[in-house]
């Protein structure tokens, strides 16, 4: 399998689709000013206890307090605690977390009563970013991720990814982690960890000590509500998290960005700097790469995907709701059962893919066409048990009810991915109403002469309709030529079929489209 990562960087976001063999799996959008991303850890001040709920508000400086459940202070949050107060406290230099002594652990059948008041401040890290109506959710057993290794403060257990399946490699990497990790850590080694050597789990190790060592320096000086410690930024998490040997190429459109990332991957794979390549063409690069047309047909409330059979996606507050529909499949000769067989199959690995894709979470139910016949219920569970295997979120599956519906749960730790994919009428932008046709190349020479007056921009794209790009550059003397000669400006022009026909707009040097 061929991975691809394409990363489109605009000024007030990044856009990172992730290719399968060409296919599309993954989007993900970050903003620019994104704040309360999963992983950052904050000083919070408890705002109010709910023992009903043994549970806890925490202003972590969103508008909306975040939520803190019992269950989510981990075992060592009295050590954690105890830590704080002491380097709060301080009059000189404390010493480092492995000659700390930690507290007992907490009873998991307590209160939160017995551990938390109003106005105490704790530290606590996001555990789910803000989503709807609801503040972030947060958790105090704190874990800071590398590329190999998951640092665990005041743990002193060291596990391995289950992902690893030899268990010769699994002793070897436990045995290796527990003979350099200091005391009062925890560790989890990662997937990728797999036949690593000693001395690049080493570095690494050292260099997430020295990330939590560094939340605590100036923590005297901070006063809460404050970020302590950020995560990494949504794109170098996901390079993090999804960087292996079937990447053969990332491909990014932003020079500034372009070097960034490939240092970045210095640090963490420097064998894999050579895949990452500046796109400098002149189309879009999501519409070089083919993305933005599998979006529009991916993300919209119907979706085909084999033979004319089509999923039907709709949401509520509570759950997803996802049922499967032959279309003209129905026609085919072979039999009612095997039809829904083969139908059920391949909707159960679009299904997995649009899951994925939209990063939709909570509970999801799926309403399969009907099979008489219990073991092809069970191979459609288990093609989207194998479909859903390449999922990074956790999720459960169970198997079909005799009425043709699944249940899955699906980890949701950020909003939902949703892209608006009808289009206003480009012809009359929602009116019902069209301006005359025959004025629109009079419309763009009168915003180019504009433009040309008041930016004197040296360099001009206009992005039209592909028939109205015909309309200006084909002839012996072409518009565009008359107009080379008439200013003495080279104006590109870009055929673009996501404009509509009557739509057009002028984009400047660094890509940036000019708002008149």
Not at 169 to 181: A, F, G, P, T, Y
Not at 362 to 389: C, H, L, P, Q
Request: with cysteine.
């Amino acid at each position: 399998m061929i991975s691809e990562l394409i990363i489109d960087a605009k000024p007030k976001e990044i856009a990172i689709a992730l290719l399968q063999d060409k296919r599309l799996v993954e989007l993900n959008k970050e903003k620019s000013n994104i704040k309360f991303s999963v992983g950052d850890i904050y000083l919070g001040k408890v705002k109010k206890i709910m023992p009903g709920l043994n549970a806890a508000f925490v202003d972590v400086g969103y508008e909306k307090d975040a939520f803190l459940h019992y269950l989510d202070l981990g075992p060592q949050f009295q050590s954690l605690q105890k830590y704080l107060r002491l380097w709060k406290n301080r009059k000189a230099r404390l010493p480092s977390l492995d000659r700390f002594k930690p507290e007992k652990d907490i009873d998991k059948h307590g209160k939160i009563t017995h551990l938390l008041k109003a106005g105490q401040e704790i530290f606590v890290q996001i555990a789910k970013e803000p989503i709807s109506s609801k503040g972030p959710r947060l958790t105090s057993e704190i874990s800071i991720a590398g590329r190999n290794l998951v640092l665990i403060p005041f743990s002193d257990k060291v596990s391995v990814s289950t992902k690893i399946h030899s268990d010769e490699e699994r002793n070897r990497l436990k045995r290796l982690v527990q003979s350099i990790k200091p005391k009062n850590y925890g560790v989890i080694v990662r997937t990728v960890a797999k036949d690593r050597k000693v001395a690049l789990l080493d570095a690494e190790l050292r260099t997430l000590v020295e990330r939590w060592e560094s939340a605590f320096k100036e923590i005297n000086t901070v006063t809460a509500p404050s970020l302590v410690l950020g995560e990494l930024n949504r794109t170098s998490t996901i390079l993090r998290d999804l960087l292996n040997s079937s990447f053969n190429s990332i491909h990014i459109n932003d020079i500034s960005l372009f070097r960034e990332i490939k240092d970045y991957i210095g640090t963490i794979a420097p064998e894999k700097q050579k895949i990452v390549k500046h796109y400098s063409g002149r189309a879009p690069i999501f519409n070089h790469f083919d993305i933005d047309k599998q979006i529009k047909g991916l993300f919209g409330k119907t979706v085909s995907f084999k033979s004319g059979a089509y999923l039907i996606i709709e949401h509520t507050e509570a759950l997803h709701v996802i049922d499967v529909n032959s279309g003209n499949r129905s026609q085919h000769q072979n039999s009612q059962e095997t039809n829904a067989l083969e139908v059920n199959s391949a909707a159960a690995e679009e299904i997995a893919r649009q899951l994925r894709l939209r990063d939709m979470g909570g509970i999801i139910v799926v309403d399969f066409i009907d099979m008489t016949a219990a073991e092809n219920r069970k191979k459609v569970y288990e093609k989207m048990k194998e479909a859903m295997g390449k999922d990074r979120a956790k999720h459960n599956i169970l198997p079909l009810s005799k009425f043709g519906l699944m249940q899955i749960t699906r980890q949701r730790v950020r909003p939902e991915m949703e892209i608006q994919i009808m289009e206003t009428c480009p012809s009359c932008g929602g009116s019902g109403e069209v301006s005359p046709s025959i004025l629109l190349i009079d419309q763009i020479l009168n915003q180019y002469q504009y433009i040309l007056k008041k930016y004197n921009k040296p360099y001009l794209t206009l992005r039209v309709h592909p028939y109205v790009a015909a309309f200006l550059v084909q002839g012996r003397l072409s518009i565009q030529i008359k107009w080379f000669f008439k200013f003495r400006h080279r104006l590109r022009i870009d055929p673009d079929s996501n404009i509509g026909m009557i739509n057009f707009e002028f984009i400047d040097q660094r890509g940036d489209k000019i708002i008149v």
